[in-house]
């Protein structure tokens, strides 16, 4: 396996190798990691996200996976990296951690088979897809805002080639104390069967990201928290919850609410798949169906 780092070399996006606690550039210069200022490894044109995959994750909602992966899109301007800040907004509370996988993309891929896929891989990274679930009541399931918002997608602290995701532990800590553990056995759909269910109609270009799902107890954090995600054989991504003084502004669009549903899916509840909004109410038909399978 070879490690990569996106850093800030004299002020200049750099990719550097690790040898052991250096950073070093192609021009031979060199940092060590402690002193570095990381960027996110990749510069993706597109950031997707499968809802649920781990059995850990899918025992806790008390569901059942559907037969193929559903997605959600973050906007790249979420993207993030390794020791940055985690921006909780003004007026919002319920900011959740999800310690992922990142997949990235190493070559034009279309239309290509799961047995294939790995060859277009450029490597792996740890990732937290964040989710700001004070909008958890806004945009008709797209998540856009629970998300998307700025900063909510750090990545890094490396992209590591020939990593075997196979049998891994994924873990996420906060302030010392792990709050998800899981291994990548869990996963029903494995990272090749994600890419090339993408690639079927998506063309996917180098640097491009998918993150391929987390594991259980996924909850709020509060400013100040620092959030680690650890995973086998790819380092630990760290980033710290700050405070964003300017608040969600209150002349336009949805609001941050405290709803029912906001609250059970902040602090793991099942209410997303039981159907527990009010009959004819938006999504109560999928919600429904839900119910009776």
């Known amino acids: 396996m070879t490690e990569y780092r996106r850093i800030l070399l004299n002020g200049y996006p750099t990719i550097t190798e690790r040898h052991g606690d250096e950073l070093v550039a192609n021009d031979g210069r060199s940092i060590g990691i402690a002193e570095a200022v990381h960027l996110a490894p990749c ?3 597109k950031i997707v996200c499968v809802h649920l995959n781990y059995k850990s994750r899918v025992d806790e909602f008390m569901t059942k996976l559907p037969v193929a ?21 003004e007026r919002c509370q319920y900011l959740n951690y999800e310690g992922e996988i990142a997949i990235i993309i190493g070559r034009r891929a279309r239309n290509i088979s799961p047995a294939d896929a790995g060859d277009y891989i450029a490597g792996y990274a740890s990732a937290n897809d964040y989710g700001l ?28 080639t020939d990593w075997d995701f196979r049998g891994k532990q994924i873990q996420t800590i906060v302030n010392g104390t792990v709050v998800q553990d899981g291994n990548t056995d869990e996963m029903e759909w494995d990272m090749h069967y994600l890419v090339a269910d993408i690639a079927r109609n998506i063309t996917l270009e180098p640097g491009d990201v998918l993150l391929s799902g987390t594991p259980a ?21 760290s980033n710290t919850i700050v405070h964003g003084p300017t608040p969600i502004r209150d002349d336009v669009g949805a609001q941050p609410s405290t709803s029912e549903e906001v609250i ?12 527990i909004r009010a009959p004819g109410g938006p999504g109560a038909q999928h919600y429904k169906s839900t119910l009776d399978d």
């Open 43 to 45: 510069t993706p044109s």
């Open 69 to 89: 992966p559903t997605y959600f899109h973050k906007p790249v301007s979420a993207l993030n990296s390794h020791n940055a800040g985690i921006v909780r907004p």
């Open 133 to 160: 679930h004070d909008f958890r009541d806004t945009d008709a399931g797209s998540m856009l805002r629970v998300k998307g918002s700025d900063t909510l997608c750090p990545v890094g602290p490396a992209l590591v």
């Open 217 to 237: 107890n996924s909850r709020p954090v509060q400013v100040g928290d620092v959030v680690e995600v650890a995973v086998e054989g790819l380092g630990t991504l």
């Open 264 to 275: 059970s899916t902040a602090m793991g509840g099942d209410w997303e798949f039981r159907g």
